[in-house]
C-alpha cells in the first residue's frame, strides 16, 4: 500500500488547513488510517485516526476541538481538517494505514501501524 499526503503548507496561526491521503489500494473495513506529526527536534506523535468502517475517531489531546479527522471511502482517502492553527503545529504530518487484521481498537502507537506515507509539512507562523 502506497499513502499519498497533500495539503501541506504555511499558513498563520488562527488559520486552518486540510490534509489528504490517498490510498493507492481499496481500504478494507477493518483497516485503521489515521496522521501522526514529528515537529523539529521533537519526537514523533500521534494526532488522530479513525475506524474505516464505522468511523469511529480518536485524537491526541492537544488538537481536541480544532481538528477533524474524515474519510472517503470512495476514494479512499482519509483527511485531517486543521482549523485555529497554532505555531506548536508546525510539523511535518504523516498518514498511516493499519491492517488491522485482528480488529483492535484504535491505537496510538505508531508500532501498530504498518503502511506510513512520505510526509507533508505544515508550518504555522505566529
Known amino acids: 500500500v502506497q499513502l499519498q499526503a497533500s495539503g501541506g503548507g504555511l499558513v498563520q496561526a488562527g488559520g486552518s488547513l486540510r490534509l489528504s491521503c490517498a490510498a493507492s489500494?481499496?481500504?478494507?473495513?477493518?483497516?485503521?488510517m489515521g496522521w501522526f506529526r514529528q515537529a523539529p527536534g521533537k519526537e514523533r506523535e500521534f494526532v488522530a485516526a479513525l475506524t474505516w468502517r464505522e468511523g469511529r475517531t480518536l485524537y491526541t489531546d492537544s488538537v481536541k476541538g480544532r481538528v477533524t479527522i474524515s474519510r472517503d471511502n470512495a476514494k479512499n482517502t482519509v483527511y485531517l481538517q486543521m482549523n485555529s492553527l497554532k505555531p506548536e503545529d508546525t510539523a511535518v504530518y504523516y498518514c498511516v494505514l493499519r491492517q488491522n487484521p485482528n480488529r483492535t481498537p484504535l491505537a496510538t502507537s505508531g508500532a501498530f501501524f504498518d503502511f506510513w506515507g512520505q510526509g507533508t509539512l505544515v508550518t504555522v507562523s505566529s
Open positions: 489500494t481499496p481500504i478494507l473495513s477493518n483497516y485503521h
